[in-house]
C-alpha cells in the first residue's frame, strides 16, 4: 500500500499553501545551511530519468557548517576532487559514494566558495512508487522506500553522475516549492546529527531536522522530542 498522504502524516492539513508549484530560487539555496536544513523540510524532490518522474516530500534533514564543523568533508577548508562540488554556487547537488556502497544526496549552500552543505535524509514518497519498489526490493513497506539517506539515494537513482547537478535549471534533479513559509518550529524536531561521532562536540550539536511525527523519518529521538 502506499504511503498516507504528506498533509495527513504531518497533521498540517490546515498549513499547507495554495501557492502554484515551481522550484526553489538561487536565493533561497544561498543562506546558511541550518536555515536551508529547515526550509527544505515540506518541499518536494523530483528526479527524472528516461521520462520517468519519481517525487517525494522532503522530511528530513542535516546541517553541516563547513571548515569550522569538524563533521563536515571540508572541515579545515579541505579541498580535494570530491569536495570540490561543495566549493559552488548554493543550489548544487553534491552527491558522494558513502563506505562504497550508498550514494548520499547533498545541497550546496552559501556563496561560491563558502563550502557548506545539506544533506537530504528522508523523504516522503508520493510520485512513481512502484519505480521506486523496483530499486528498493529490500523495502517491506513504502514508508521505508526513503527513510535513510542511501534509501533516497537508492529511491531516486541518484548517483556520481549527477554531482555538480544544478538544481535550480536541472531537468533530471530538482526541488519544487510547496511551501511559501518554512514549517513551523512545533512541527520540527531538532536534534544531533547521525553517524558523526568522530566529530567530538560537533557530534552533538543539534544540526539534525525532522518533521515531527512523519513515519518516514530514518531515526526517531525521543528526547529531542520531549516537551
Known amino acids: 500500500?502506499?504511503?498516507?498522504?504528506?498533509?495527513?502524516?504531518?497533521h498540517l492539513n490546515q498549513d499547507l499553501e495554495e501557492s502554484p508549484i515551481d522550484r526553489l530560487g538561487r536565493s533561497e539555496f544561498?543562506?546558511?545551511?541550518?536555515?536551508?536544513?529547515?526550509?527544505?523540510?515540506?518541499?518536494?524532490?523530483?528526479?527524472?530519468?528516461?521520462?520517468?518522474?519519481v517525487a517525494g516530500i522532503i522530511v528530513e534533514t542535516e546541517a553541516y557548517l563547513g571548515y569550522e564543523d569538524r563533521a563536515a568533508h571540508t572541515f579545515?577548508?579541505?579541498?580535494?576532487?570530491?569536495?570540490?562540488?561543495?566549493?559552488?554556487?548554493?543550489?548544487?547537488?553534491?552527491?558522494?559514494?558513502?563506505?562504497?556502497?550508498?550514494?548520499l544526496l547533498n545541497v550546496v549552500v552559501g556563496e561560491v566558495e563558502v563550502p557548506q552543505a545539506v544533506l537530504i535524509r528522508a523523504v516522503e514518497p508520493t510520485e512513481g512508487l512502484e519505480t521506486m519498489r523496483a530499486r528498493r526490493p529490500r523495502a517491506k513497506r513504502d514508508r521505508d522506500l526513503c527513510s535513510g539517506p542511501?534509501?533516497?539515494?537508492?529511491?531516486?537513482?541518484?548517483?556520481?553522475?549527477?554531482?555538480?547537478?544544478d538544481l535550480v535549471t536541472s531537468e533530471e534533479l530538482f526541488i519544487e516549492r510547496l511551501?511559501?513559509?518554512?514549517?513551523?518550529?512545533?512541527?520540527?524536531?531538532?536534534c544531533p546529527r547521525i553517524g558523526v561521532d568522530y566529530a567530538g562536540?560537533?557530534?552533538?550539536?543539534?544540526l539534525r531536522y525532522y518533521v515531527k511525527g512523519n513515519p518516514n523519518v530514518s531515526v526517531r529521538d525521543r528526547a529531542a522530542e520531549q516537551p
Do not use: C
Request: aromatic share 8%; no cysteine.
Open 179 to 190: 511551501r511559501v513559509r518554512a514549517l513551523p518550529a512545533r512541527d520540527i524536531v531538532v
Open 76 to 103: 579545515g577548508w579541505r579541498r580535494t576532487e570530491r569536495t570540490s562540488t561543495m566549493f559552488m554556487d548554493g543550489g548544487t547537488a553534491y552527491i558522494y559514494l558513502n563506505y562504497g556502497i550508498h550514494h
Open 201 to 206: 562536540e560537533w557530534a552533538k550539536k543539534p
Open 1 to 10: 500500500m502506499e504511503s498516507a498522504p504528506y498533509q495527513e502524516s504531518l
Open 150 to 165: 542511501g534509501k533516497v539515494g537508492a529511491a531516486f537513482a541518484v548517483t556520481r553522475d549527477q554531482d555538480a547537478l
Open 30 to 53: 544561498r543562506r546558511g545551511p541550518e536555515q536551508v536544513a529547515r526550509r527544505l523540510l515540506g518541499q518536494r524532490l523530483v528526479r527524472i530519468q528516461g521520462g520517468q518522474r
